[in-house]
């Protein structure tokens, strides 16, 4: 019943159930709709003829016309604003740009809906575009593995997405509850709850945060502050068998396929530890062992002699069958 223009890319048009929606028209993403139900707007009113000749409208057509309402001289774009005009007032509604939305949201202390909106962005915009660059077909490029994508200068969106993760990392460490006992491996959680409710506490927002900090770090394609920044924060922590309990599942899901050689070192003591070394070998039969630090993970292998993921390197990694 109403469409207008905001800016060069974003339309605004009010539907018949009172909701303004705005839809950004380059991504052609759903960027807000709001409820104008309690907005008392002036609107115009106009009867339509059931017929296109005004000598065939009977007299029943006559006494009950069909009427259609219409907003649209009550909407009105001015530069990157739109003007409302309501019955006893005029209202604007403005246009925020996503960092201004998340940055709103971070404000008032809603750091998962700042996370998840800044998740939405990147897989609409970010992702996309480098999607359309793929080899459509499907050869590989050595620019691609983790390390050399560390290396290359990041996109504006890309960098504030990570420091918005980071601030929620270091936030959520400084205001963690504080445990009375050492921290014990999240897989042996259930069996230390009688310990007493602080640690179950702590293990539990370290948990917790572990998890969005490794499902944020593989959406975004950001490994490299996966395994240095998140992994040292929770490593000075001291919960760093929390972070490698958290990741195994992601691995063995197929979500993660790239461990860095200095968490994987960590993550094969962590399962001597726990008695667990069998996992390790699960793992690697999950990763993409073609872009590993094939001399780290080879002597770590034959150290802990775990030698069915040692033949799985060599004969997928280094598609050598007879060494």
């Not at 029943?60 to 005009?85: A, W, Y």
């Not at 050492?182 to 945060?209: C, E, N, W, Y």
Request: aromatic letters at 8%.
């Amino acid at each position: 019943v109403a469409m207008e223009w905001i800016g060069d890319r974003s339309l605004v048009y009010l539907t018949l159930t009172n909701e303004l929606t705005v839809v950004d028209t380059v991504m052609m993403t759903l960027m807000e709709k709001l409820d104008f139900s309690g907005i008392r707007l002036v609107y115009a009113e106009f009867a339509l003829s059931r017929t296109s000749s005004p000598s065939q409208v009977s007299d029943k057509e006559k006494t009950d016309p069909h009427v259609s309402t219409t907003f649209q001289n009550s909407i009105r774009s001015s530069e990157d604003r739109l003007l409302v005009l309501c019955q006893e007032e005029v209202k604007t509604v403005s246009i925020m740009g996503i960092q201004q939305r998340v940055a709103t949201l971070e404000q008032d202390g809603e750091w998962l809906e700042a996370l998840a909106l800044a998740l939405d962005h990147y897989e609409s915009t970010v992702k996309s575009q480098e999607d359309r660059r793929r080899d459509p077909h499907g050869r590989r490029d050595l620019m691609n593995h983790p390390e050399f994508l560390s290396k290359i200068r990041k996109a504006e969106d890309e960098e504030w997405i990570a420091e918005l993760l980071l601030r929620y990392l270091n936030l959520a460490v400084e205001n963690a509850p504080e445990a009375t006992l050492d921290p014990v491996p999240a897989r042996k959680l259930s069996t230390s709850r009688q310990v007493g409710s602080k640690i179950d506490l702590a293990q539990s927002h370290f948990q917790m945060l572990a998890g969005v900090c490794i499902e944020f770090c593989i959406v975004t394609r950001r490994l490299d502050i996966l395994f240095n920044d998140v992994y040292e924060c929770f490593r000075s922590s001291g919960y760093t068998a929390v972070f490698l309990d958290v990741l195994e599942p992601y691995v063995l899901n197929d979500k993660l396929q790239y461990i860095a050689p200095v968490v994987m070192a960590q993550f094969i003591e962590h399962c001597k530890v726990t008695n667990d070394v069998s996992t390790v070998e699960r793992c690697l039969l999950h990763m993409d062992v073609t872009i590993m630090d094939f001399d780290t993970i080879l002597s770590l292998l034959r150290l802990n002699r775990m030698y069915s993921a040692l033949i799985h390197v060599y004969t997928i990694g280094l598609d050598d069958y007879i060494s």
